[in-house]
């Protein structure tokens, strides 16, 4: 299996993942020809795609939803209270599959396992990706995380997870006070330090690779990020022990990010 974050933060995410014959991608945040040319960057053309797995209705997630469902006859995989949500963004889309939280769905080569989030939308979801033994977990748009997502995510060999803000740079970057409240309320955007400790908590000899992503351009910088969940992940190395070597990459708005692949012995 691997993957790829084509983009993320608050203009636009997608990514994308391949496993077996099976290419999907998590949200379609961009325009379709955007999509395209972030896909080609890494060597996937777009009438390649099997599906698009859509986590909520904010315009970040779906903006090329549509276009690219309609264009290439793709399956889109939408809980109902999101497709209610976004009837008009999704609409004239000739393929559903219906997802909810708690129920799983093979769909091709993976099996994919919805859970809840805690997000100001109408069911916002996060994904593990299952194809044969390599998981892949995808966590972002969540004010915080619970026992449920940590069992969720737990085993996964690769996660991608919101690392959203930091507190003193949201409370002195000068967005207006209803919003900064939004971004760090239950239902808004994880921050840094709170990603940290849950990767602590997540963390195991098996997981490979986490992207820190939907990082705030104004809220946040990509230095500090990471800087934060190094920082955190050294000062628990005791409790995280020897064998954990997970890498850890960044998800930026404007360029591709890394292609990872999961299941992969270092030689
Ligand atoms: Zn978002
Ligand atoms: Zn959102």
Redesign the pocket.
Known sequence: MRFCVLGSG?KG?STFIEAGETRILIDA?FSGVEIERRLAAIGVGIDSLSGILVSHE?S??IRGVRILARRFNLPVLVSRATKTAAAKELSRIEQWLEIAPGCDLTFMDIDIHPFALSHDAAEPLGFVIRHRDLLLGYC??TGIVSRLMQHRLAGCHGLVLECNHDPEMLKNGGYPQPLQQRIRSHEGHLANVDAAGFLVDLIHDGLEHVVLA?ISETNNSHELALATVTDYLREHAGAIGDSCRVMISLAHQDRVGEVVCLGQDPA
Do not use: A, R, V
């Open positions: 608050s995410n945040g904010h970040d997630h972002t748009d939907h």
